[in-house]
C-alpha cells in the first residue's frame, strides 16, 4: 500500500475560496493533456536510441507514456541499450523536448479556452506532470500569471505516478479536499495516481487507450468540458456517497 508524504492541507474545504461551486480545484496533467508533446517525447527517444546504435519502436514508447522520468528512462536504458545513467538520460531528453516546445506549444484544442473559463469563474487551477520544471516553465510562461496556481513537477517528488504523492501534494497546496477537485488525465497511469488521491477523473484519451471504470469519466477532448460540467462531476459523487 503507498504511504502518503504530503504536508496537511493549509485550509480545509469549508474555508475554501467561496465560487458558489461545488468543485473546489481542476488538477491537469501536462503532456498529452494540456499540449500535444508525446510526438516530442517520443521523437528524442528514438533519435537518443538510435544514437546509441538501439532500436525503438512505438510500443516502447507508449508504454512510457504518463511515467515517472527516471522510469523512463531506466527503461530506455534496458531496452533501448542507452548506456547512459537515468538521470543524464532525462535531461539528454529533456534537452530535445524543451527545444521544440519554446519553438512551438501544441496546445490540445479547448485547452486554453477551459483554462480561461475556470480562471474566469476563479477556480484555483494546477499542472501535475511528471515532467521536470523547466520544461513546465516553457508552459506556464505562455500564460498569464497566477493562471495556475501551483505546479507540481516530476523533479520535486519522492514518488511518481502511478502514486497518489503528486495529486495529494498539488490539493494540500491548493487547501483543497481531493474529492471535491477534478482531475484531467490522458494515461492510465495518471488516472491510477488521481484515483488514489482521492481525485474525480476525467479522462481524455490520446497516445494510449483508457478503458472505462466507474470512476472516471471519458470525454472525446478538452472541448467537450466546461465550469458546469467539472462542478456537476463534483455535485454527482456528493450525491452518490452521501
Not at 186 to 191: E, H, L, V
Request: glycine letters at 8%.
Amino acid at each position: 500500500m503507498c504511504t502518503q508524504r504530503v504536508p496537511t492541507p493549509a485550509q480545509g474545504p469549508s474555508d475554501a475560496q467561496d465560487t458558489g461551486l461545488a468543485l473546489q480545484a481542476v488538477l491537469f496533467d501536462m503532456d498529452g493533456t494540456l499540449v500535444d508533446t508525446e510526438p516530442y517525447w517520443i521523437a528524442a527517444e528514438y533519435a537518443l536510441v538510435e544514437s546509441f546504435g538501439g532500436t525503438w519502436n512505438d510500443t516502447h514508447a507508449h508504454a512510457l507514456v504518463g511515467n515517472a522520468l527516471l522510469v523512463s528512462a531506466e527503461y530506455i536504458r534496458e531496452h533501448g541499450g542507452v548506456d547512459l545513467d537515468p538521470p543524464v538520460i532525462v535531461e539528454r531528453l529533456l534537452d530535445d523536448v524543451v527545444l521544440a516546445a519554446v519553438r512551438e506549444m501544441p496546445w490540445q484544442p479547448g485547452a486554453l479556452e477551459l483554462v480561461q473559463e475556470l480562471r474566469d469563474h476563479t477556480v484555483p487551477c494546477a499542472v501535475v506532470t511528471m515532467s521536470y520544471e523547466r520544461l513546465a516553465r516553457t508552459l506556464t510562461d505562455q500564460l498569464a500569471p497566477g493562471t495556475f496556481t501551483t505546479v507540481v513537477t516530476g523533479d520535486e517528488l519522492r514518488d511518481g505516478k502511478p502514486h497518489p504523492e503528486a495529486y495529494l501534494t498539488a490539493a494540500a497546496r491548493l487547501g483543497v479536499d481531493p474529492a471535491y477537485c477534478v482531475a484531467i488525465e490522458d494515461s492510465p497511469t495518471g488516472i491510477a495516481s488521481a484515483e488514489a488521491a482521492g481525485c474525480i477523473v476525467v479522462a481524455v484519451p490520446h497516445t494510449v487507450p483508457i478503458e472505462p471504470g466507474p470512476l472516471r469519466t471519458v470525454v472525446g477532448s478538452l472541448t467537450d468540458l466546461s465550469v458546469a460540467r467539472l462542478d456537476a462531476l463534483v455535485r454527482e459523487r456528493a450525491i452518490r456517497t452521501a
